[in-house]
């Protein structure tokens, strides 16, 4: 009975994660009211939850293996307490870095759930579970689309309190339903990494994910403050447009998993990057509102069906090793949300608009797409050599 409820469990667990994790950029529109926040800074303190959600994915993926996703899932929602409440109290621009750095707690539990969630099921549903799995990355479309209609109504401060009693049922959850008996894997990390960093894969899923999960998390952050400012949107028409970014990027994601588990997963990447580097292009002459939604639902399934995809391919290519390597792709994936926001923001002050950066992430989407057909066809030709 536990095992078959840790799917759902975990599940939601992301979901909770992700809904903290995004609490900042939610509801920044309401928070710069009355917050001073210079202009230059806002695109920093929304990627600033970012740095911590990624960097600590590598040791909660090691620790899920240690001491179970049960521990770990548990330990991190006490742990959100602090700077949740600490948000909740915020009245300087310095509180608002404080705690969002500690919210990145909420975005690193990504990397607990893709180590665990594995062991219950077969290597030929590990595609489908882990697609399922992400789908918990509505969280951050949850808070986008919620947060700022129960601020409307009862503020800030008040909307922020709202997550501690989620945190608080949310660790109960665990306490009571977790796996206390999930296999445990005591392999020493400073072994497993050495094992793992010369292998050129390793860095090329890195990168791919960087693009795939870092425009998913970067486009969550931005878009509510973005839309607002660029377009004139009112802060819920922003908040609903983001939300329904983040919906399609997340319910795509299984139908990545499930073509990855049906077909060949380097042949489904190069259609990916091949969208991405038409949507981003989009991006970069977008006159238009309308336009701007084409580019980003386009770069939303691309992101999706990448996001999915790609964990097929690590437990493929390092089967021992699948555990850390989960820990460092999803880690360059959050840094992947981290840096364009501020290369964004960056661009637009000094050019006074974005159309260079939108092309700058179409490049690197090329330049990716140029590396998954050499990685396709450099298999075929090992696979040739071996028979």
């Known amino acids: 009975m536990i095992k078959k409820v840790q799917l759902p469990l975990q599940t939601l667990n992301l ?13 920044l529109p309401f928070i710069s009211e009355d917050i001073n926040i210079p202009h230059e800074k806002l695109a920093l303190l929304t990627a600033i939850p970012v740095v911590l959600g990624s960097v600590l994915r590598i040791p909660l993926g090691y620790y899920a293996n240690i001491i179970g996703a049960r521990m770990v899932f548990l330990l991190s929602f006490v742990v959100l307490l602090f700077p949740v409440y600490y948000l909740s109290e915020a009245n300087s621009y310095g509180d608002l870095v404080i705690g969002g750095l ?55 401060s008040l909307t922020i309190k709202l997550y501690l009693v989620l945190l608080l ?30 292998n050129y894969k390793l860095w090329f899923f890195s990168l791919f994910y960087f693009i795939t999960f870092g425009s998913f998390v970067a486009f969550t952050v931005y878009l509510p403050n973005f839309l607002v400012s660029e377009f004139d949107l009112q802060k819920v028409d922003a908040g609903m447009r983001t939300a329904g970014f983040i919906a399609v990027a997340t319910f795509i994601r299984p139908l990545g998993g499930w073509l990855g588990d049906k077909f060949k997963p380097l042949f489904l990447l190069m259609g990916v990057f091949s969208i991405y580097t038409f949507a981003a292009i989009i991006l970069a002459f977008s006159p238009s509102i309308g336009l701007y939604t084409v580019g980003c639902i386009l770069i939303a399934i691309s992101a999706g069906i990448g996001n999915g995809v790609i964990f097929k391919l690590v437990p493929l290519y390092f089967n021992k090793q699948a555990g850390i390597v989960n820990g460092i792709v999803s880690m360059m994936g959050g840094l992947g949300g981290f840096f364009p926001p501020l290369m964004l923001a960056s661009i637009h002050s000094i050019t006074g608009h974005y159309a260079i950066g939108f092309m700058l992430l179409s490049e690197v989407a090329l330049a990716s797409l140029i590396l998954v057909i050499w990685m396709y066809y450099q298999d075929r030709l090992i696979k040739a050599d071996s028979n």
């Open 102 to 156: 500690l919210l990145g707690v909420g975005g690193a539990v990504f990397s607990v759930g893709v180590t665990s969630l594995p062991k219950y099921y077969s290597k030929e549903k590990h595609g489908l579970i882990n697609g399922v799995y992400g789908v918990g990355n509505i969280g951050t479309a949850i808070s986008t689309f919620a947060a700022p209609i129960v601020a409307t109504q009862f503020g800030w």
């Open 169 to 198: 049922f949310f660790a109960l959850l665990n306490f009571f339903f977790g796996d206390r008996h999930e296999p445990k894997v005591k392999a020493p990390i400073i072994s497993q990494i050495k094992g793992v960093y010369k």
């Open 15 to 27: 979901v909770v994660g992700f809904m903290v994790w995004v609490i900042i950029s939610s509801l």
